[in-house]
């Protein structure tokens, strides 16, 4: 592997893995309310979702100038918001 790339995928990871730890408790939010019949609330939460994390990416990757380090935090960034939703 390029040692570059391998840098690279480093950063993001070491940026992300918060949010990895998020992305499990989402998982296991959205099997507790599925078990009481109101996945709507999980699911309404997943659609937000996709458009924040756009928001947030574009803001620390472009308008920050952060990076492969943007992106990773936006995903941390975002996962933590729709957790807390």
């Keep these: 592997m390029d040692e570059e790339a391998s ?3 480093g950063k993001y990871v070491t940026a992300f893995l918060p949010g990895l730890f998020m992305a ?15 996945s709507d609330v999980a699911m309404k939460s997943q659609m937000i979702s996709p458009v924040l994390h756009i928001i947030v990416c574009y803001t620390l990757t472009i308008k920050a100038g952060l990076g492969i380090v943007g992106c ?11 957790l807390l939703i």
């Excluded at 499990?24 to 109101?38: E, P, Y």
């Excluded at 990773?72 to 729709?82: A, D, E, Q, V």
């Design 7 to 9: 840098e690279l995928a």
């Design 24 to 38: 499990g408790m989402l998982d296991i939010d959205r099997g507790f309310l599925a078990s009481f019949g109101k």
């Design 72 to 82: 990773g935090l936006s995903g941390t960034i975002t996962n933590s918001i729709i």
